[in-house]
């Protein structure tokens, strides 16, 4: 336990569970509706169950002079690979602190506790503005190629009646349908804006054959996720609903070759969120195309997802993308072969490597 006069940082402990639960109820506002056991069910899955935890690698808690906990830094533990080494890696999660405008102290004992700790690599794929001015007083390492979001619009007033029933739940009941008529009449005057690539077919796989499909597409990367873990997180994927069910896809052509793989998350009437996306090299605009194709079929009324410096190629030879900064990807290490990895930039983070699959960041709980 690493202590000061501020108070005192230690390993994430089950007994903490309870208190952490009303931390994260206080801080991101849950209301009296959320269901404490179903958070706690939640926390102990995310956090404890990763198949590379150890509390040497795992969440911590912050303590008060009192021993009060009021501070808590989430880690998911994940085995990384460089090379032929292995690396105790970690994604951080939630951040929380109990009134943070008059303790401003605790976030940066939580960092630096966190980075004093058993990790070879640290990083996040979910940094808003503040986690990123952090990260530079903090030695962390900003990754631009993978800090971009790409949208790809298919039904205009769909997209607008999304937008305004998020804001307006009451009304979306009478908007989604005049707004499918409208998409009906757009479509005679607007060509398709998602044709389905010739001679290539996608058809659903499970989360353990997912991962075992993965292997080749991965063994490029100079730094990836351990193959044999990518089955746990594909099934916590999977158990995330904000976005629509998870589909786990293989991409094959006119041979019956896999060229490429995605997981989406899609319903009918809402936007698309693409985790996912591995391609053979020069199929990427084909692998793109198809699930664009998918996502259509699916009922989505435009798609979204994380920018990565291998699917450019892919992205870029699709019309109507557009492209903005929402989260910034950031990584930190004392390693300095993995340091320079970092500064290649072939690196596998973001996505299923990363933060934004996990229900303790998009679930209410209620």
Known sequence: MASSSRGSIRAFQRSDIPQVCQLFSQTFRLGRSYRAAKLAACLEATYFDPPGYTEGTGSIVHLDRNGVLDGFMGVIAMTMVVGERTLRAGILSAYMAADPDNNPGIGVSLIRGVTARDFDLLFTDTANRTSLDIARATRFVILPAQSLEWVKIHRPAGTAAYFLGKRLPRLARWIVPMARAADSVLRRFLPSGFPRPDGIVSRPIAAADFAEAARPFLAHYDLKPDPTELGWFVEQAGLQTKYGPLQIREVVDRTSRRIGLYLLYARRDGVAYALQLLALPNREELVVGQMFADAAEFGAVAVRGATSPDLM??????????????????????????????????????????ETWARIVTEDFS
């Open 313 to 354: 190629k892919g992205l870029f030879r699709q019309k109507g993308l557009f492209y903005h900064h929402v989260m910034g990807t950031i990584a930190w290490t004392r390693d300095p072969e993995v340091a320079a990895t970092l500064r290649g930039g072939n690196v596998f983070l973001g996505g299923i490597a990363g």
